[in-house]
């Protein structure tokens, strides 16, 4: 399986910070010539156009995009997530899947309600289940935050054409717009974060439990639950 991990950077002095079993991903020039791109849709633009185009000239077979925290974050080794997703090939997506010893939420849809209020009512007005309308809060599903997965061209596919649907119903939608763009998430210290991004990083676990796709997470431990 040609495996292909890009590790996502803006500016030069990033470099040091990268894992070297991932493949360095420079999007600087991105990031300072499309500033409202950037601003709006933060990384987005970027795997689903740029590094997208990038794995298919690379002929990946599997591939994904995490950040230069990745290490940071989860204290694994980028040759610690390549051997788990080799040692467990008959998959349509990996994920890093943290483990909490004192998480009170029962999904990340939850979760998110309590730091961005209404934020579930995204996917609640836009996804059906077998024709039925659904409520994401009352589905188990894993924690994965971030872009910490690597995935084939079935998942990427399946994944992108939900985004896609977000995205094309907030052109159709200025109520719609103005809530994913427009609302600061009020993430750390940047209250500019959109809720876009939030709604992003939950849909990967929603489409998880929603659909067929075959899934192996790699656990690590956070010793408290910290994350928003």
């Known amino acids: ?48 156009d740029l590094g997208y185009k990038q794995a298919i000239n690379d002929k990946s077979d599997a591939w994904g995009f995490v950040s230069y925290k990745f290490q940071e974050k989860t204290n694994t080794t980028g040759q610690q997530f390549v051997d788990f997703i080799q040692a467990n090939p008959d998959n349509d997506v990996w994920f890093m899947e943290p483990e909490y010893i004192n998480n009170p939420f029962f999904n990340p849809w939850i979760q998110g309600d309590t730091y961005h209020p209404g934020i579930s009512q995204i996917p609640n007005s836009l996804f059906k289940k077998d024709g039925q309308p659904i409520d994401v809060t009352t589905i188990p599903m894993p924690f994965c935050w971030y872009n910490f997965f690597v995935g084939t061209t079935k998942f990427w596919n399946q994944y992108f054409r939900v985004i896609d649907s977000i995205i094309n119903a907030s052109n159709q939608s200025s109520a719609l717009n103005k809530f994913l763009f427009d609302t600061g998430a009020g993430h750390g210290n940047d209250p500019t974060v959109p809720y876009f991004i939030f709604v992003v990083e939950r849909m990967f676990p929603t489409l998880l439990a929603l659909t067929d796709l075959k899934s192996a997470g790699l656990k690590y431990k956070h010793a408290v639950f910290v994350f928003k």
Not at 15 to 30: E, K, M, Q, T, W
């Open 1 to 48: 399986m040609q495996l292909n991990i890009y590790q996502i950077y803006h500016s030069p002095e990033l470099v040091g910070r990268l894992d070297p079993a991932f493949i360095p991903y420079d999007h600087s020039n991105f990031t300072s010539e499309n500033k409202d791109a950037s601003n709006r849709f933060r990384e987005w633009p970027i795997i689903r």
